[in-house]
Every structure is written in C-alpha cells, then in structure tokens.
C-alpha cells in the first residue's frame, strides 16, 4: 500500500502548495495497539517503511517490540508533518486530539462547518459491547 503522508510530501507540495495538512493525534502507545488489530497492519507498516528506506528506531522504552515499532513510527510522522509544514510557509497545519472533547470545535474553526460535523463514527463495536453485530 501507498502513503503519500510518509513518501511524497514533496509531491504535495509541488502539486498543492497551499494545502491543508490535518493531522490528527492520540497517545502513541494506543495508536499502535489501535493499528496493531487492523488486518496485519503492523507488518505492512514495517514492509513499507523497508522499501522506502525511511528508518524507525525501535523504542527501547517500550517491552513490547512490536508495539514500540509502531509507537516510533507514529511519533516520526508526527514530526516528519510537523517539520515539513514549518520548512514550506505557504501550508497550513491543524492538529487536534482525537480523544479531546474540543476535537470538534478545533476541526470547526479550521474549516468553517459546524462543530456537530466532527465526531467519532467508527468506532469499533466489538471492542465496545465485547461482541459482534
């Protein structure tokens, strides 16, 4: 699979110099457990970041290998965004937390739609209830 976030922001910026970067943050830890239950994820995650040679540094703060991998990842394109936004002036850059209750309200002054349009829509129901549908 393809990320453009991760390995054309260059192209972005060539083809969309003005653009809006959103970028949505959470805690990294449950990030990664949240990613680490998507269809392998985690694997494809590593397969991709390989193949563009971009390097992750496994955190050595974390036990779990597997979870610190992801928890790296997801902090290096934090601030791979962040970093790309400050060096190229002409983009903007809303960040919010996901799990905040202002989410919203921070989406709705950026884009000028009512906050009401904001909000957690799949969220995963076995998690929640502990069985399926």
Known sequence: HFLPQIHDLDWIHQEYPQSTFVLPLRDPEQWAKSVGRWFNMRHRLQVEYRMRQINVTVSMHHPNQELGFLMDAYMSHTRNVQQFVQNHPSHALVQFNLTQPD?????????????????????NAIRKTGKQK
Request: charged residues 10%.
């Open 103 to 123: 989410a919203g309200a921070i989406l709705a002054n950026a884009f000028g739609l009512p906050e009401s349009c904001w909000g957690h829509h799949n969220k």
